[in-house]
């Protein structure tokens, strides 16, 4: 899922988020590096900002706990939405 991400310094980027859960998320920018421990916000194109805290780091990807967890209703819609515009595997 696309999404817009500002850092706490004011540094912005798009990138991707991807295994999120009411908890946190898995997020890939194409421009920035982030510091476990970095506070973002992060912002999925037609959502609300989500703040949080960079937990991980492996490569390119991040690790980011929420502030606060997202309603389990939302995540749902929110998983069902991304499944809707992702391509169909064939078996």
Do not use: K
Request: aromatic fraction near 6%; glycine fraction near 12%; hydrophobic fraction near 40%.
């Amino acid at each position: 899922m696309a999404v817009q991400c500002r850092t706490q310094s004011g540094l912005r980027d798009n990138g991707e988020i991807s295994d999120i859960s009411t908890e946190g998320c898995c997020v890939r920018m194409r421009g920035i590096y982030f510091r476990v421990g970095t506070r973002v916000v992060l912002r999925p194109q037609g959502m609300e900002g989500m703040t949080g805290i960079v937990r991980w780091i492996s490569g390119d990807l991040a690790g980011v706990e929420f502030d606060r967890p997202i309603y389990g209703p939302i995540l749902d819609h929110i998983a069902a939405a991304h499944a809707a515009i992702m391509p169909q595997r064939r078996a």
